[in-house]
């Protein structure tokens, strides 16, 4: 098992370092640029203690006024190229970083948006922590090269400078630079593990808080509000837990950074004092080597800072790469369906799920009503007909054509499947009720409000009441005027009368195209040309909604109790 976790460990780390390539190699320019000019002005930071010391030996203590102009006016140039090529290199990386940010949110997006599906079904909150937060952890990593990159030119040109000064010097800070980038590696592998736990906990909260949020009515509704805060209580600290983990680990790791380059500092110091005692380099190279050895405790703790930065972005990556190689939930099927969809559905002994031999025909353009008292049986039928999911026995038809073999892109043109719990998007009702057929839709299921089409919606129609934004997604759906729709509960929050408007409505704008209606509704099961029951995994009895609501007890009891 051990062995095992490894082996996983080391693939997670292949592909997450392919990622953290392909993100920083994809903006090698602007990486590039910035290091070099960041190196610039790390090698400008070097010369001012440099000059400085120069100065004091030629013109200080000389008392040359001309020379003294002449290397204030040396002195000044040094600090304006020092500081555009900081400002200049900030504007490349920080380029880099976004860029790259936003390369790796387009690859995520495009994986979650693939008609495909996911197998994992991973919670929507978990998926934005990814491409949000994880994404710019990868993209900082660019940030992070090009510091650390200039961070070693500073200290090459700190250490050759101050061979100038004095060899031993020189020599103490070249050959000690190396141990210390060693030990700063070992440092940051704790951080990464940390990390990388630390994103998925939070990732995970903040799915269950999505989660719990968009479910608040049903929530309270059930009276379960005591489980639902107990359950996001535990993940929350769980999250909380994992944080001060990472927190606790990047404190070591800074401070054993920081005490590494002090005591290396201290060395130097130390050393640099012993040489000007013994009269071995001048007044104007001992402030020389005091402003280098001050100045390489900058390019140390860049070094240390970029290790971190590195260490959290390879773990933000091995998460981007999961999620980018996420197996598929259906394959894609190169079968095709009818030019012109006639709209015959058949369930072919069809076992998926709650389903167990399922056999179920669906004429063209004829309004089925399909009653389910087991909600994940519903569930089932809508993700089969949407090809979300394949049956694991049988076959889905359409006009003839297995649904499984053909691509889900395909089968969503012309199988519309109108969820439940439908988002609606920011914007006005005429922008997510949109087409051709928009003011029929709208008429068809009653959307009334004060500024019609104009009337803006708050993200996902919280403005809205909850019988307004069902109404508003059904007339989304009937707008699409599909060959095929599908329809679940579109009226659990519609007062009676409004129901039966719009029950007419339904039936008025589906006229001659198949239309699948599973609900319990019995106004909308009253206007159905058909109803059929499903109990038990299969159809267990049909007919109009009078004649079951006469003759079938179990019927009775799923819709009118």
């Known amino acids: 098992m051990r062995l095992k976790r490894r082996r996983e460990a080391a693939e997670r780390g292949r592909a997450g370092g392919g990622v953290l390539r392909q993100a920083v190699g994809g903006q090698w320019r602007d990486t590039t640029a910035g290091a070099v000019l960041e190196a610039i002005h790390q090698a400008g930071e070097a010369l001012v203690p440099v000059v400085v010391g120069v100065l004091i030996d030629q013109a200080v203590r000389g008392g040359d006024g001309r020379a003294l102009i002449r290397w204030i006016a040396v002195l000044a140039l040094v600090f304006v190229g020092l500081s555009v090529s900081y400002r200049m290199s900030y504007r490349a990386t920080g380029r880099a970083a976004e860029r790259a940010a936003h390369g790796l949110r387009i690859s995520i997006a495009r994986r979650v948006l693939d008609p495909r599906g996911m197998a994992s079904g991973r919670l929507p909150g978990e998926l934005v922590s990814i491409a949000t937060e994880d994404a710019r952890r990868v993209g900082a990593v660019t940030v992070a090269l090009a510091s650390a990159v200039a961070a070693v030119v500073g200290a090459v040109v700190g250490g050759i400078a101050l061979l100038r000064v004095s060899v031993p010097l020189g020599l103490l800070v070249l050959l000690g630079i190396p141990p210390l980038l060693v030990l700063a590696q070992l440092l940051a592998r704790p951080l990464e593990r940390r990390s990388e736990a630390e994103q998925e906990r939070a990732a995970h909260a903040s799915a269950v808080a999505a989660d719990l949020v968009r479910g608040l009515r049903v929530v309270k509704g059930l009276g379960a509000e005591a489980a639902a805060v107990a359950r996001y209580r535990r993940t929350s600290r769980a999250a909380l837990a994992a944080t001060l983990r990472a927190a606790v680990t990047k404190a070591w790791h800074d401070g054993g950074v920081l005490g590494m380059t002090g005591i290396f500092l201290a060395l130097v110091a130390l050393v640099g004092g012993r040489l000007a005692a013994q009269g071995e380099i001048s007044v104007g190279d001992l402030v020389a080597a005091v402003g280098l050895a001050q100045f390489m405790l900058t390019p140390l703790l860049i070094l240390g800072w970029a290790n971190a930065e590195i260490a959290q972005g390879r773990a933000s990556a091995k998460r981007i790469a ?240």
Do not use: M, W
């Open 322 to 561: 999961a999620l980018l190689a996420e197996p598929h939930a259906v394959p894609e099927g190169k079968g095709t369906l009818p030019t012109d969809v006639e709209g015959e559905i058949a369930f072919d002994e069809v076992s998926y799920g709650p389903l167990e031999g399922l056999t179920l025909r669906v004429a063209p353009g004829e309004l089925l009503g399909v009653v389910a008292p087991d909600p994940r049986a519903a569930v089932a039928l809508l993700r089969l007909l949407g090809r979300d999911a394949d049956p694991d026995k049988g076959a889905v038809t359409l006009d003839g054509a297995v649904l499984a073999g053909v691509d889900p892109a395909d089968v969503r043109r012309v199988v519309v499947v109108a969820d439940h719990d439908a988002d609606l998007f920011e914007g006005t009702v005429a922008e997510n009720v949109a087409g051709p057929a928009a003011e029929p839709a709208l008429a068809a299921a009653v959307v009334d409000l004060p500024q019609g089409g104009g009337t803006r919606l708050a993200e996902g129609g919280r403005s809205l009441s909850g019988g307004q934004r069902q109404r508003v997604a059904l007339a989304r759906a009937l707008a699409t005027a599909a060959p095929v729709l599908v329809l679940h509960d579109p009226t659990t929050a519609v007062d009676a009368a409004t129901e039966a408007r719009i029950a007419d409505g339904v039936r008025a704008t589906r006229e001659s195209r198949t239309t699948v209606l599973v609900t319990t509704s019995p106004a909308l099961l009253a206007v159905t040309d058909r109803v059929v029951l499903v109990a038990d995994g299969a159809v267990a009895d049909e007919g109009t909604h009078a004649s079951l609501a006469l003759t079938n007890p179990a019927y009775r009891t799923a819709v009118l109790s």
